[in-house]
């Protein structure tokens, strides 16, 4: 078993998880609250399949993917208070998997209208760790 670590910014206590286990319980975090999961970027594979060709042979992540999803009501909210909030849309979940373990998490947004965003995304990686 790998060791999980929980990220919002910081680390907090490892624990054990699979990487398939904790990748299935962000996916389900998400869709049960009734998001839908646009695109999930595999920029882990991405970095291993391209390193050689920058001149890299370090592996970064074993595996390392992102699940971009948007919520319309609170995208209106926060785009209402600032249209500019756009810049924040879609929002990401992470899930990485290195030799010092599995880990998820997201960005963190700025003050403001941005922290029902980010309340959002801490509910999902919370839900997603819970399990």
Sequence with gaps: MKRFLFALGLLASPALAEPAMVTFAVESAIVDKGLVIDYVSHVGEMLNRTGADVGSGKT???????FLFCSAVISREVMEADPMNIEHCPYGIFVTETTDGVMIGHRQYPDGA???VDALLREIVSEASAN
């Design 114 to 116: 941005m922290q029902k």
């Design 60 to 66: 970064i992540f074993e595996n390392a993917d992102i």
